[in-house]
Every structure is written in structure tokens, then in C-alpha cells.
């Protein structure tokens, strides 16, 4: 089935990546060429020989995924995508690369066009990405081998290698033995402040096959060596990095090999000696006939590969479950969970959110097998495995829960690309105050669009002993800034799995649940409509109020208690329950409005204030954290830091 | 001068050891008594045979360090200062283990007692910032060889090597060759979830001997094999690592091994158990006389070497260079950089901030010896490296310019052991949006109080065509959550240089710039008063005002222009620059009303609105971001998004 079409036309073919590469990034004045030129020829090898993907039905699900991890080589990226013929990357979108409201951003962006499997450019995230692309392969191959069977080929730079995720993506790549993986490595030894090295002098093969990776080299501008390197990672049952080796901006007679071609334009003057010494005789933006005909060969090659996909799975006796899957088909799931609710309410179990969280999740996971659970390595701490899940392992991929590792920033990641990957819903667990180490695949989630879910428990000085090092207090607000993020943080065990609702219906958003380490009562007296998904409503309504105590998560419990103590010297407060901020925004002006009351105010939550200005007018006061927390037990923490229902009572005698 | 201690006096160093940690942990019901008990052999050794440092003076420059990267493990470090002697960790300390206002919190906490050289506990932390403490060493040693010659040991356990950032910090130390770095690995096989194959299978040894280390492996229980392997360690040119192979909870009959000695108390029943298995025959916090003895020789001899040293000191001729550098001397710097600024109000350079942070480090570089500088290969974009600056290489540490690589965590930890050295000022810079990479080493730099500093530039959508990966829009508010992080946003050439007269004078915590791309012009009339100090001030006052504009870095200029605008339709506009908040708030009352006035109020800033609510009533308005960026050129940015001075006089209009 597949073609070796002949050397000369595949250098032909990357001549036409370099020549859009470095035409795109003059005409923007904007960009960078070295990486695009540099591994044209791996890449057209790559797509010309292996890559099966059908640019007619970009989501096809057994498509081979391609990832760009060093993703400021946008214009490789594009460049293919034209060729190739996605009818959305037309020549317009080339020639408005890097310009407003075009989709050919300066780096790849999810969403922008068809074809980008997700956005790059914070480096080290693609691969680590990808990683969990691979494995959401292995897990559909596992229980639909006859429909899920493709590869995931990344092409990474020096600088994602140098990133520490790499380490955490490889380690888990290699352990889990995720054959289906290929990295190729543009091994340029050129960074931007110069030589690789001037800051590095590992050998990353060896690193590599220190963690069970099959590890192998070729010349980055040899066709054969590439495609013989390339058809024995497939071959290989472990996880493969082909080290390329490659000049960067290669073409560009006078400045390739140099740093200075990295990520500037080549300047009229080079381009003109490029096309010469690359033979290119065609005009900015020009491409020839026979270059698209060898380029829609791959794609035919691909929509043919699809068609006879499809017809498989018309005939295929697991085809509902698998179009269940893929549809993130819920039945079962509403039901179940609107009767453990109702159980919630005549239980009335007073349990940690965390815990609160496993209880939610087993209706969940007993409902909904599209699931794929794991933790940080702090599963009994995080509750994330329910009964009946099973660990995924090394070349058994029939499991359901991932034992990541030490590792919050590769897990966050590696849920990402399990999400993009369309078939399963990632979860995992870490503690809040670890969200910090997974930032970066938390904020590309969100600017995606990606609907992961991060379970973090042990979210205030609630935690205890552990100390300021383990206690958010500024973690909620960080994350409450990500725009498309949603941060839930419920009071009791009905809000913890009306937030479980939330995160599993969830399509265009990461969602985080913040989770007490500490036992909580039952606050709420009925559980019909999704109150969280409101953000924020009245859960203690004592008529006309004269006082309006907001609180989140573990405190709410607290200011309940002080409206009780307010309501025994005769002052009516009401309390205002705010699991999400961000749900809360969205509510109609009227309902906010109802909500909040024009009483005076008192926010409460143990963390900093920062992010409750949404909430709180100037002349409102806050009960809270002003610093780090400290080593101590959970009481004696609330007590020294004055989050008290005795403070909350005196702040609100002062305000009315 | 060192006495080899029979085996059976290091085993029993080891146990009291055991017995304190297993002991404190149950009086705390909390804590961590696996790696403690685990790792008591061979830190019995290290100390006995090997550390030196001096009890009585803690701060001594020139003393080993010792570094728990296993942070949860707090009880072996308390329990090796309680028998070295500290005058601050008295029996009284270690049964106050884990409560409120002691100084033996759950994980180490730098500040809380002496010689605890960093806070640990967040994974990874200890080892990273451990290769800056090395990397200060051979930089103190190439500056004066006579009076710093010493060696940084760290204990690690599973976890720090599996976090990626070990894996940034490691390929810089094995790169640069810091040969006085040995790393002893806590080779227990077991983390939270259980034994490590569940998570990896990595082969650690091989890995780190890929980044060019010296490796080697002892039983963790046997002192002759941990000592052989501590002392080739010491010989060999290249960082080590050392895999001691131990038993989780050695010394526990019924639960050493597994991973639920890990991190709850053993309880009555094990300890009784432990204590015959041990053949420990005392009483919980108990210690014969014996064991002090044996512990007081090891501070003994610290002492003694820190007596010779101070005599050598005394005599050497560059004591008085030592001295200044000890002592964070400013002479010089001081009038240079007054000079300097008197000069900007002449010159009115229009440059970005970020070549205006440039132009002032030449003057900090160029009067200030124990300035160490870095990026993390943005030297060319970040500015950071100046005139007369050479790099640090492997082997050459002559150099006061790193380059970090692409590994914005391990720079920012190795910062931080830089700064906690004692000797040098590190500086390092990357581009704000990759502030995420790195935050958790910020966050321990602002929790530990040390002065690192962070040069960030491509602050804001101004950074135009990378597009929304790269656009800090949160990234601001988050840094500003982090509480004793001081966050300066300059506006102009001259606030620059006020900002790193801040950065260079800073003693108890971080300070963070945030620099712009684009080009801005010279705002300020007069430098003489430091006014960025004083967190916001009037930089235009039209006498009585109608509406104040506050803005802060590159919207400043903006806000001018509005204000300019406003004027010729005669609306009287004050302007005032905000560069920290941080500093704003510690500002008296009375100077904070005058400077923020009783009008209607404006915040400018291209970023979202969080942690404005300091500086703006729930009347005032906004101009800025509300979500992500967007990929195209800084003017039409600025443009798309509403970020405009005409957008601004429409708001003023609207409020007054």
C-alpha cells in the first residue's frame, strides 16, 4: 500500500516546505524558518512514507497523530497542511501568516485549523502530550483492537528535551512500553543562545534507552536513512526516538548551521541565494503541479485507509460501544447519579470532599467507561481509584487507572493529549498546592479548550501538619486567573458530585476540583437542580438579610456555623455557597444579584482575597489568608490565622 | 583529621536517629518515619565521616551543605541537629514535632532553625537548588580558591528523581562539572502508591551517567560500602551519585519495606517492636550519653575546621574582596547607578524595558562583583547578559554568566541555591509567560524570603506575533498572588533602573521584573526620589483631578496619551504609574489616598483584571484583557483588544 516514490521527488517535496517556510516568515517579517527548513526532509519522508491521515475527516479517530513539539516550526506544520490539501489552508492563510484573525499563528493553535492536534509552543508540552496520545492508542487498541491501531509521531527540538516534563513524559512513555510512539528528534545541536553546548552535554540516546526506549539515528537530509530508521521504530515494540541529525535553516547557503537562522527572517538578499542552491525556481507562494500531485498521493493514500475504516466499523460487532465511546454517550450516568444524590441527602455522610470525590466517582466509573482515572502517586490521599478500576501496565493496556508517578506536570499532559485524543475522559489527582508544578499543561488545556480534569485535594491550611510548603493559599486565586479554566471547590458531598456532573459533561474547558483533606457535614437539604453549575446560590436564606456571608469549599461549613451564632443574637445572615467563581460570571445579572443581596458582605475562604473582587465590593470585608500557612493541626491552623465562625460573627457585627 | 568510628558506634548514631524520628512522629500523630529510618545508616555516616560544619556558627561560608530533597523525611535533620548540638533544637523541639510555633515543622522550613539550609518538601526542590549551592561553590572556589573548597550533599529519594525538574538540574550540574555535588539516593523501591515498577523503570544510574556523572551504588545499610563510596564520590571530578539501596522503615520488624511506613506513625505496638528489634533500649526521647558523645566529635571537628579557616581569612590577601562580596557590599553601585539615571533624563532613550533593564545591569555588573547572571536561552531576547560579562563553562567558573539552557525550573532553583550560598546575587531571565515553568522554585524563593531575582520579559500581548502561548495575560495576577514575591512592571527606562536598584538591594525575598518587548519612551522628568519604591506615584497631576488613570509597564505611555487627550477636551486626567502593588501596599495611608485620589478611577494594564481590586473600587473601571491572546503584530493587538488610549478617554468619559 505504501508508496517509495523516488528520492529526488521527496527532497522536492521538502524543497516546497522550505520555500513556503521561508517566503511565510519574510512576508510576516515575523517567525521562524531554521526548524522548517531543517527537518523538511524528515518531515516529507515521514508523510510521504508512513503518515495515515485523511484530510477530508480530520477527526477521524485512527488517524496518525502528528505533533509539532517544537512548535514555534509552525510554518512546517502549515506548509504540510497545504500540500496536503486541507481545504481551510489555502495560499491566503500562508501569506497571512502570523497575521490577526488568520489561522496560521505564529505557533500551531488547536482549533485554529483542521489537522493542528493541539497547540505547541511552550516547549517540552508536545511531546509530553503526545505521550498521552500514544496511550489513549493503546487503550482504544486494547479494547477495540480491529478499530484503534495507529501511530503518534512527534517532532521535537533540542528545547523540549532540555525541559524537564521530557524526562517525565519519557519515563512513563518507556515504563508503560508505548511501541506506537515515535519521536524524531531534530538533533541540530543549535539552540538560541548558540551551540547546544554551551548548557548541555547529555546523550540523549542514552537517556532514552535508560528508560526503556529503543533508540536509533540517521541523517536528517538522507531519505533512505530517515525512512529506514522510521520503518524500524515502527517495528519495534518500545517506544522510539530517532535522533535526526539535521542543519538548521538548511538551504540557505550563508546562514545555515547557525543560530541566527532560528527565528528570524532570512532576508530578501538569502532567500534569493536559497532558491538558488535549492534549485527552487518558482515564485513566493508558487508551487508547482507535480509538487501537489505528490503530496495529494499521501492524502489519497490516507482517505482510502479511512474508507476502508469505515467500512469496518459498519460491520463491526463492538461498533455501539465503540460509537458510545466516541460519542461521550452519558446514558446511565444521569440517572445513577440523580440517585445517589438522593441517597446523599437521607445518609447525610460527613466525609472530606477528597472523599466525597472517590464516592461521586464510583457512580461515575461504574457508569461510564469512557473513564481513565490516575494520580501523581497519591492515590489513597487523592481517593481517585474507585472499586473495580484496574492499573494500567506495562503492555497491558486493558486497565482504567494510570499510576503516573511522581511526575503532576507529564500527568497534566499527558490527560491533555488522552482528552485530544477523543475516545476517553482523563482524570487525575495531585494536591493543590502541586497544581503549581503542573501550570503550564493546565494553561494549555484551558487555551484549547480541552476538557481534562484535575483532581486536587488537600486545598487549604486545612491539610495540617504537612506545612506552608503543602498549603495553598494563593493556588486558588492563580488558577481562578486562567481564563476557560473552571475551578470548583464544593462544601459537602451533593456539591462534590454535582461538580463530578459538571467535569464529566464538560466539553470545551478543562475543569479542577479542589478538594478538603478534612472532614465536612452534609449542608445541603436537596439535590434537584445543579446548584454548583450555578457558581454560586443562597443556601442559607434568612429572609430579609442584613449581613451576606459568601463562603467556598471547607468554609462554608464555617460560615453556616457563624449564621447560626448570628441568628442566636438575633442578626439575620444569609450564606452564599460559591463552589466556581467562573460558573457564577455567567449567571444572568438578576440571579447574581438575588444571590448576593445589597447587604454587606463577608467573603470567606482560607486563602488570600486576590480573585474575590468579583464577589465583594470595596466597603465588604474579607476572612482569610494574608500569607503562608504553617505547620500545625487543622484546628489549631484556623484558629491562629483567625478563619473562625467568632471572627466571622465580629467582622459581621462591625459591617451592619 | 578524620577519625574512622568503629562500624558498631555508626550503627548506633543511626539508630538514635530511628528512635527520635519514630518517636516524634507518634507524639505528632503526623508525619513521615520511613526515609528518616530508611536513610539513618548512611546519613550517620556522611556526618561522621565526611560533613563538616560548625554547630555554633551556622552561617559559616565556607561549611559543607546538606541538602533533604526527601523534605518529608524532616525528622533526620532534626534529629542529626538535636545530636550535633544546635542550641536551638533542644529534646523540647523534637516533641513539639509538627505543632503550632515550633521550629521542627513537617517538612524543613529555611528561617525556622539553624542549619536548615532550604525549605523541602515539594519534590525535586531540594536537588535543583542544591546544584546552584554547587555551582556557587566552584564559582566562590575559581574567585578565592584559598577560602571556599567545600562540598553540597544531597539526600533524594524517588520522587525528586522522578519530578522533571531533577532532570533540568542534573544535566546542568553533569554539564558544568560541579564536582563537589553528591547526590545520595534514598534506593527504597518504594513510593506513596507502592513499589516504584508501578511508575517506572527507569535505570537511574544510567540516566544520570548519560548527563556525565560519576555513579555508583553501596548497600545503605553497610557503613564500610556507604563510606567507600562517599570518599570515591569526593575524588572524582564529575557530580555523583550514589544509589544506596535501603529498606523503607529499616529497623521496623513488622512494616519495614512497604509503603505504609512511608508517611503515618508506625504506632505503640511497631515502635515497642522496633525498639527490640534494634536492641534500642531507651526511653522515647531518650539519648545515652554515648550517642551525644559520638555526634559532639562530629561538630567538634567542624569547629576546629572552622577555627583554622577564620585564621586564614584573617591573613588572606583578598579578604577585604571576600568581605565586600560577603557583606552584599553596594559601595560604588550606589553613585554609579544615580549617575546613570541623571543621564536617562538627558538622553530620553525611547528602548523597551527590557533593553532599558540591559542598559542598567551594565551599570549593576559594572560596579557589583557578586552579580551572576543567566537566561535560560532567551540571552538575546531577555537582554540579559552585558558587556564584559563572560560565561561559566564546564570546568571554568571564572565566568559570571550562565546559560541555564531551556529550563526555566531548574534556573530558577538554581538561583535560589545561589542566593542561599550566601555569596553571589543570581539573576536569570526568560519570558514572563514561562514564569508557569518555573513557579514552583518562585514560590519557594518568596516562601524561604530569598532575595533570587527574575528578569521576565515579552511581558504582555506587546510581544505581538507568538501569539497566545506565549502572552502573559494571567500570568501577572498569578505572580502577584504569590505572597512575599515582589512584582515590578517598570514603565520606562528610569524606572528600570529603580527597579534593579530594588532587585540589587532586596534581602527578604524575591523580586520579579517584568519587562516589555516594544519600545517605550521616557515618561519620568526627574530621578531622584526612588519612586518605583514607593509601589505607585502621580506621574502626571493636572492639578484638580476628574479621573485618575493608573497603569503600570508598557500602558503607561498609553495612559499619558489618553490623559493627553482628555486634556485637549479639557478634562483634567492624573496619571499614575503602578509598578508593584506589593510595594503600594506596605505605603502609609495617608500617601496611598493622595496618590489614588477620590475621582473615578482607571486601571490600565494588558492583562486580566485580578488583583486590582487593591488599587480599584467596585465603581472604578478597567481597560485590559479578558482572556487569551491572539497572534499578530503588537499594534493591532493592542488594537483588537480595546487597549487603546482612545478606548480610555471613552471610559473616563463615561465615569465622569
Known amino acids: ?35 522548517p527548513m531543517g527537518m523538511a526532509d524528515v518531515a516529507s519522508v515521514l508523510f510521504n512514507r508512513f503518515v495515515t491521515l485523511d484530510p477530508t475527516a480530520p477527526d477521524w479517530p485512527n488517524r496518525d ?83 484503534i491501531d495507529h501511530f503518534t509521531y512527534v517532532i521535537a527540538g533540542d528545547g523540549c528535551l532540555m525541559e524537564g516534563i ?9 515504563h508503560l512500553g508505548l511501541g506506537h510512539l515515535i519521536v524524531l528528534w531534530d538533533d541540530n545541536k543549535i539552540t538560541i543562545d548558540g551551540d547546544t553546548d554551551l ?16 533508540v536509533l539515528s540517521c541523517d536528517g537530509h538522507t531519505p533512505t536513512e530517515i525512512a529506514d530508521a522510521i520503518e524500524a521504530a515502527r517495528k519495534d515494540p518500545r517506544p522510539s526516538l530517532i535522533a535526526c541529525r539535521t542543519v538548521i535553516g538548511f538551504g540557505a547557503p550563508n546562514k545555515q548551521g547557525g543560530h541566527d537562522v532560528h527565528g528570524a527572517p532570512l532576508g530578501a538578499e538569502e532567500i534569493a541565494a536559497a532558491r538558488a542552491h535549492l534549485g527552487w525556481t518558482h515564485a513566493p507562494f508558487e508551487i508547482p503541479a507535480s509538487v501537489y500531485a505528490a503530496w495529494a498521493r499521501v492524502a ?29 454517550d452519558l446514558t446511565g450516568f444521569t ?95 495531585t494536591f493543590l498546592a502541586f497544581a503549581d508544578y503542573a501550570r503550564p499543561a493546565i494553561r494549555l488545556a484551558a487555551l484549547m479548550g480541552v476538557p481534562t480534569v484535575f483532581v486536587m485535594t488537600h486545598d487549604s491550611i486545612g491539610l495540617g501538619e504537612d506545612g506552608p510548603t503543602h498549603q495553598p493559599v494563593e493556588i486558588l486565586a492563580s488558577l481562578r486567573a486562567i481564563p476557560n479554566l473552571t475551578v ?19 466539553t470545551d474547558g478543562p475543569v479542577l476540583l479542589a478538594l478538603s483533606r478534612q472532614n465536612l457535614p452534609l449542608l445541603r437539604a436537596e439535590a434537584g437542580e445543579n446548584l454548583t453549575a450555578r457558581g454560586a446560590y443562597l443556601l442559607r436564606d434568612p429572609g430579609e438579610r442584613q449581613v451576606t456571608l459568601i463562603a467556598t469549599g471547607s468554609e462554608v461549613d464555617l460560615a453556616v456555623k457563624a449564621a447560626e451564632a448570628l441568628a442566636a443574637e438575633g442578626i439575620r445572615a444569609a450564606v452564599v455557597s460559591a463552589p466556581s467563581f467562573e460558573h457564577f460570571a455567567r449567571q444572568s445579572d438578576a440571579y447574581r444579584a438575588a444571590v448576593l443581596g445589597q447587604a454587606p458582605r463577608i467573603g470567606v475562604e482560607a486563602a488570600i482575597r486576590m480573585g474575590w473582587d468579583s464577589l465583594l465590593r470595596s466597603t465588604d470585608a474579607f476572612v482569610g489568608m494574608n500569607g503562608f500557612g504553617a505547620s500545625a493541626a487543622a484546628p489549631a491552623l484556623y484558629e491562629h490565622f483567625g478563619i473562625t465562625p467568632q471572627a466571622v460573627v465580629e467582622t459581621a457585627k462591625s459591617l451592619i
Chains 1, 2 share one sequence.
Open 335 to 429: 440517572a445513577a447519579m440523580a440517585d445517589y444524590k438522593q441517597r446523599l441527602l437521607s445518609d447525610k455522610p460527613k466525609v472530606a470532599t477528597r472523599k466525597a470525590s472517590e464516592m461521586a466517582l464510583g457512580v461515575v466509573n461504574g457508569t461510564l467507561p469512557l473513564m481513565i482515572g490516575g494520580s501523581a502517586d497519591l492515590t489513597g490521599s487523592n481517593l481517585t481509584r474507585t472499586k473495580g478500576q484496574t492499573s494500567v501496565r506495562p503492555g497491558d493496556f486493558t486497565g482504567d487507572y494510570l499510576h503516573y508517578g511522581v511526575r503532576e506536570h507529564g500527568m497534566a499532559a499527558a490527560m491533555n493529549g488522552i482528552a485530544l485524543a477523543g475516545l476517553f475522559r482523563p482524570y487525575g489527582g
Open 1 to 35: 500500500m505504501i508508496l517509495h516514490t523516488p528520492i529526488a521527488d521527496e527532497r522536492t517535496m521538502a524543497n516546497a516546505i522550505r520555500a513556503l517556510a521561508m517566503d511565510a516568515v519574510q512576508a510576516a517579517n515575523s517567525g521562524h524558518p531554521g526548524m
Open 65 to 147: 497523530r502528528f505533533v509539532l513539539s517544537a512548535g514555534h516550526g509552525s510554518m512546517l506544520l502549515y506548509a504540510i497542511h497545504h500540500l496536503l490539501g486541507y481545504d481551510d489552508m489555502g495560499m491566503d492563510q500562508l501569506r497571512a501568516f502570523r497575521q490577526l484573525g488568520s489561522r496560521t499563528a505564529g505557533h500551531p493553535e488547536y482549533g485554529h485549523a483542521k489537522g493542528i492536534e493541539m497547540t505547541t509552543g511552550p516547549l517540552g508540552q508536545g511531546i509530553a502530550t503526545a505521550v498521552g496520545m500514544a496511550l489513549s492508542e493503546r487503550l482504544g487498541h486494547a479494547r477495540f483492537p480491529g478499530l
Open 166 to 174: 521530557s524526562q517525565e513524559a519519557l519515563d512513563l512513555a518507556g
Open 300 to 328: 489519497r493514500r490516507g482517505t482510502e485507509a479511512r474508507a476502508a475504516w469505515e467500512a469496518r466499523l459498519a460491520s463491526a460487532p463492538d461498533r455501539h460501544e465503540f460509537n458510545a465511546l466516541r460519542g461521550k
Open 488 to 506: 470548583l471547590r464544593p462544601a459537602d458531598a451533593v456539591e462534590t458530585a454535582e461538580a463530578w456532573e459538571i467535569a464529566v459533561a464538560a
Open 199 to 214: 548548557a548541555t552535554s547529555t546523550d540523549q540516546l542514552a537517556r532514552f534507552a535508560a528508560s526503556g526506549w529503543h
